[in-house]
């Protein structure tokens, strides 16, 4: 009997009691761990709920991918300049109303996709991220850019589309890079004539304004591939578009390659020269603009 007395007790130490001396001690609860592939280090907290970033994120200084996508933060702390070896930095979907200056800090910043926030403004402190590809700004409350981000000489993709911007800002036509500017559904009522200085623009997208016409020099920009003014106030389009050549068609797809021109109130014959393609419709404003 006494065996089983001296048994009991030591259950019960094990379960609730003193941890006998020779017991390893429960390991210390961590917080999120950074992952490799490759040569790359990242980190993924997607859909976590989160109103606040873990502390232990910023102490991950090696970290080259962080994706916070799709939570509920507010803010961001200036302790995002530590992690400066961020390549890839995924903010979209949540409520950020600003970002801090200190993103300046993040020199090899490649990607940002901030878009689907609550932002009004972006930091002039962005225009250090000389390396910067990618910036994604869509479904904010953003109705202009500092003009210091015309220093992003690399900058190849820009997306501003779903904000409150009335000019395309001025900086964007010193991104001498852009391949990709998407401007649609904002309070456009013109493209300015300095759209001519952005020579490697391939993909330009304006639809959903309120443009009334279509500058001249937009017919320069002979690398665009896709040109997207669907649901705005065209009444007529430039004679000097047919100079356009890599338009491949009259596209309806909102994806596909070529002129989108639907749902504008387009004066005759210019609805009916449509219907017969790109090439009727490049004859008809060639044929004119000789004429003239």
Known sequence: MGNKQSKSSKEKQQKGGKQPANAKPAPLPQGPQAKRSGNNVYLSLVLKGMVEIPKHVWELTELQRLNLSQNRLYILPPALGRLDRIVVLNLCGNRLTYLPKEIGRLRNLKVLFANMNLLTEVPEELSLCGKLEVLSLSHNLISELPLSLNDLNFLKKLNLGSNHIVHIPLCVFSMKSLDFLDVGSNRLENIAETIQHLERLQIFIV??????????????????????????????????????????????????????????????????????????????????????
Do not use: Q, W
């Open 207 to 292: 639809e959903h304004n309120s443009i009334h016409m279509l500058p001249r020099t937009l017919c320069s920009v002979t690398a665009l591939e896709l040109l997207n003014v669907d649901h705005n106030c065209l009444h007529t389009l430039p004679d000097e578009l047919y100079l356009l050549s890599r338009l491949p068609r009259i596209a309806k797809n909102p994806m596909e390659k070529g002129l989108h021109v639907l749902h504008n109130p387009l004066a005759r014959p210019l609805p009916n020269i449509l219907k017969g393609g790109l090439d009727v419709l490049f004859s008809y404003l060639k044929d004119k603009k000789e004429k003239n």
